[in-house]
C-alpha cells in the first residue's frame, strides 16, 4: 500500500521537466498538494545545483535537491548545503593519468559545490557530442594541463562515447579497476540520442544514498518512499525507494524493471502521486 508515503523523489529531465524544460501547471500543483499532505518533496538529479536553479524557480515547493547524481545534497527551502562527496585527491590524480595518457576526450569537475565549472581535455579522437556539451557549458570551463593536473579533489569526471555496448562495458571495467574508491554511473545523452555518458564518481555516489541521507535527517524509513525516473541513472534511486516507477518515454530495454507510468510530457510526475492525494 502507498497509503503511508511520507517522501516522493523524483528525477528532473525527462521525468518531472518537460522535453523544453518546463514545468506543467499539474506537477506544480501536485507539489504543492503533497506539502499539504507533509509529504517530503525531493528533486533528485545528475545536474550540478547551477544547473538545476535554471529550471527550478527559486519558490518551488521542493524540500530538498539531490544533485550531481547524488554527490551533494542541499536543502532547498532553507538554501544551505547538507552534505557532499568528492573523489580523492589520489584517485583523482590516477584517473587525470589514465584518461590523458589514453588520450580520451573528458570533463573533470570541480568539488561540490562548485562543480558547474570543469576542466576538459581534447583527445585523439573528435566527438561531435563532447564539443557540444563544451559549448553549453564553455562558460565555466578551463583547459586540462597535462603538465599542472589539478591538485586536489574533484567531484566526478565525463567521458562521451557514441552508442557501443561493448565499449561501454570495457571501459566501464577498466575505469573501476583502476581504484576501488570510484564506480562509473550510465546515463543517456540529454542532448543528442545516439551516445553514452559515462560518469565516474566517489563509490557511494547514487542517488539513493542522497535520498537516504535526508530520510535519516528526517527519521523516514524506506518503506515510507516513492521514487519515479526515466533513465539508467536512476536505477540507484529506484532501487533504494519502496516504490518506483518509471515513465512512458524511459528506453524500452528498461521499461520492464519497474511500473510504467505516463511521459513526461503527459504529467508524469502528477499521475504518479496521485493516489497520495486522494
Request: hydrophobic share 35%; with cysteine; glycine share 6%.
Amino acid at each position: 500500500m502507498m497509503k503511508n508515503i511520507r517522501l516522493v523523489a523524483t528525477d528532473l529531465d525527462g521525468t518531472f521537466l518537460k522535453n523544453d524544460r518546463t514545468i506543467s501547471q499539474a506537477n506544480i500543483d501536485a507539489l504543492h498538494r503533497l506539502g499539504e499532505k507533509n509529504i517530503v518533496r525531493v528533486a533528485a538529479t545528475g545536474r550540478n545545483l547551477k544547473k538545476v536553479k535554471e529550471v527550478l524557480y527559486p519558490d518551488l515547493p521542493f524540500d530538498y535537491v539531490v544533485f550531481s547524481s547524488g554527490a551533494g545534497v542541499y536543502n532547498w527551502q532553507e538554501k544551505t548545503h547538507m552534505a557532499s562527496q568528492n573523489i580523492k585527491k589520489t584517485s583523482a590524480q590516477k584517473l587525470l593519468r589514465y584518461f590523458t595518457s589514453n588520450d580520451i576526450n573528458f570533463h573533470a569537475f570541480y568539488p561540490v559545490p562548485e562543480n558547474h565549472k570543469h576542466f576538459y581535455y581534447r583527445g585523439a579522437n573528435d566527438c561531435e557530442e563532447f564539443e557540444r556539451y563544451f559549448n553549453f557549458n564553455a562558460a565555466h570551463a578551463e583547459p586540462l594541463q597535462k603538465t599542472a593536473f589539478p591538485q586536489g579533489e574533484l567531484c566526478q569526471f565525463l567521458i562521451i562515447i557514441r552508442q557501443n555496448e561493448e565499449r561501454f562495458a570495457f571501459m566501464k571495467s577498466e575505469i573501476e579497476a583502476l581504484c576501488p574508491e570510484i564506480r562509473v554511473i550510465r546515463a543517456s545523452s540529454p542532448i543528442t540520442p545516439g551516445f553514452i555518458w559515462i560518469e565516474v564518481f566517489h563509490h557511494s555516489v547514487s542517488k539513493g544514498n542522497g535520498v537516504n541521507k535526508i530520510c535519516k535527517q528526517l527519521g523516514i524509513l524506506k518503506n515510507e518512499t516513492m521514487g519515479l525516473g526515466n533513465d539508467y541513472n536512476d536505477f540507484d534511486l529506484l532501487e533504494y525507494t519502496m516504490h518506483s516507477f518509471l515513465t512512458e518515454n524511459s528506453p524500452n530495454e528498461i521499461k520492464g524493471k519497474y511500473p510504467v507510468v505516463p511521459s513526461n510530457e503527459n504529467d508524469a510526475f502528477a499521475f504518479s502521486v496521485q493516489v497520495l492525494l486522494s
